[in-house]
């Protein structure tokens, strides 16, 4: 992975979402117009956080977030979600 010039500021979290799935349990194969949205991905910056509240996800965690949450954002040909911290669910 290259080196992103980027820094989120106060408390935004840049995420790389997960590749969607592409088969079902029981092996059927979803077309691509049916898949669902990633709700997790990996950390991949995290802003310095605020004077109130300090950041506690780092890079390199594996998070789970809300369907709609975040910026989408395409650097370098690969797609990214801004969103503050407090729109993580969990750490996984």
């Known amino acids: 992975m290259s080196k ?3 820094k989120p500021l106060a408390d935004r979290v840049l ?3 997960l590749a ?3 088969k079902t349990a029981s092996g059927i194969i979803i077309p691509d ?3 669902e949205k990633p709700q997790k ?3 991949v910056a995290v802003g310095p956080g605020t004077k109130d ?3 506690t996800v780092k890079v390199g965690d594996t998070v789970l977030y809300g369907k709609f949450a975040g910026t989408e954002l395409k650097l370098e040909g690969t797609d990214y979600l801004m969103m503050r911290e407090s ?3 969990a750490i996984v």
Do not use: Q, R, Y
Request: charged share 25%.
């Open 4 to 6: 992103l010039n980027i």
């Open 15 to 17: 995420i790389e979402p």
């Open 20 to 22: 969607a799935e592409t």
């Open 33 to 35: 117009n049916a898949k």
């Open 41 to 43: 991905g990996t950390v």
């Open 53 to 55: 509240e300090n950041i």
């Open 87 to 89: 729109d993580i669910l």
